[in-house]
T-cell receptor, first 116, second 113 residues
Framework: ETGVTQSPTHLIKTRGQQVTLRCSSQSGHNTVSWYQQALGQGPQFIFQYYREEENGRGNFPPRFSGLQFPNYSSELNVNALELDDSALYLC???????????????FGPGTRLTVL | QKEVEQDPGPLSVPEGAIVSLNCTYSNSAFQYFMWYRQYSRKGPELLMYTYSSGNKEDGRFTAQVDKSSKYISLFIRDSQPSDSATYLCAMRGVDNQGGKLIFGQGTELSVKP
């Protein structure tokens, strides 16, 4: 088990609604990355936060947004939910520039979002 | 064309078999190559990582990277039923903050007793 926690575990929403997912990073980590994993697919990078600033974004529309707080925990917000947003949302924390050139990302268990 | 291609399987082998899992990629900027294991309803956990080309061994697991062919492999020796999971290859370039990982689709492995 990593020290990364996510809440909630499961969530059911309807199309058009908004959702907020939360992630607590491992102690000592200042970087959080979010991934979307559709059923039967590998995780896809959404964005990364480093010391409270967005530091890289994947090919996701602006209705996917995030925050990182001073304690390095993070939120992922998705507005105007679509059916295709149904997926497992994973966050991963890493030590950023404190971790050397490799910077292993430690994944949480994920939040499973179902959009009806 | 996806940046990382991985045969999704499923792959079923008897206990004790040698398992070979592979990925190909197209981006020559990738420098770090990783294999993750993901059990059902869990997040991915890192098995091994390799920097640039070469081999790396850890117990029953061996990772190989051939950058000239843009091809990476994971070998599992003496496979066990507990190895049954989805195996994801992932890769990234060099940067300071850990950067985005590009994952393959994942290969579902089942090891039968």
């Amino acid at each position: 088990e990593t020290g990364v926690t996510q809440s909630p575990t499961h969530l059911i929403k309807t199309r058009g609604q908004q959702v907020t997912l939360r992630c607590s990073s491992q102690s000592g980590h200042n970087t959080v990355s979010w991934y979307q994993q559709a059923l039967g697919q590998g995780p896809q990078f959404i964005f990364q936060y480093y010391r409270e600033e967005e530091n890289g974004r994947g090919n996701f529309p602006p209705r996917f947004s995030g925050l990182q707080f001073p304690n390095y925990s993070s939120e992922l917000n998705v507005n105007a939910l679509e059916l295709d947003d149904s997926a497992l949302y994973l966050c991963a924390s890493s030590a950023g520039d404190l971790g050397g050139p490799y910077n292993e990302q430690f994944f949480g268990p994920g939040t499973r979002l179902t959009v009806l | 064309q996806k940046e990382v291609e991985q045969d999704p399987g499923p792959l079923s082998v008897p206990e004790g078999a040698i398992v070979s899992l592979n990925c190909t990629y197209s981006n020559s900027a990738f420098q770090y190559f990783m294999w993750y294991r993901q059990y059902s309803r869990k997040g991915p956990e890192l098995l091994m990582y390799t920097y640039s080309s070469g081999n790396k061994e850890d117990g029953r697991f061996t990772a190989q990277v051939d950058k000239s062919s843009k091809y990476i492999s994971l070998f599992i020796r003496d496979s066990q039923p507990s190895d049954s999971a989805t195996y994801l290859c992932a890769m990234r370039g060099v940067d300071n903050q850990g950067g985005k990982l590009i994952f393959g689709q994942g290969t579902e492995l089942s090891v039968k007793p």
